[in-house]
Nanobody
Framework: QVQLVESGGGLVQAGGSLRLSCATS????????MGWFRQPPGKEREFVAS????????YYADSGKGRFTISRDNAKNTMYLQMNSLKPEDTAVYYC?????????????????WGQGTQVTVSS
């Protein structure tokens, strides 16, 4: 079982930045691809970004390209999402997830473990 804990959410003005973290105690963290998803109010959960198990490959949804950066530190069992130039439409609950596949998958069904989510609110 892989337990994931997100942190770093909050309220920020449009144009601001936040860095989300996803920590796990799993000793096998480096064997999992990791991803960030978000669920805006009243909408379905959607893919944001993913990173391969080694950290060498990343993939982004169009909504975050050029603004978001996903990274991971396998020595610290932690993944990050740096979000810059935030927009009100980025408001959502952000979830981190772990997948036993090693590539930077964007498919929600590839992710077997999920965190509880952290709220990000961007005011205009």
């Amino acid at each position: 079982q892989v337990q994931l804990v997100e942190s770093g959410g909050g309220l920020v003005q449009a144009g601001g930045s936040l860095r989300l973290s996803c920590a796990t105690s799993a000793r096998t963290f480096s064997s999992y691809a990791m991803g960030w998803f978000r669920q805006p109010p009243g909408k379905e959960r959607e893919f944001v970004a993913s990173i391969s198990s080694s950290g060498g490959l990343t993939y982004y949804a169009d909504s975050g390209k050029g603004r978001f950066t996903i990274s991971r530190d396998n020595a610290k069992n932690t993944m990050y999402l740096q979000m810059n130039s935030l927009k009100p439409e980025d408001t959502a609950v952000y979830y981190c997830a772990a997948s036993p596949v090693r590539w930077a998958t964007m498919r929600r069904n590839d992710y077997h473990y999920w965190g509880q989510g952290t709220q990000v609110t961007v005011s205009s």
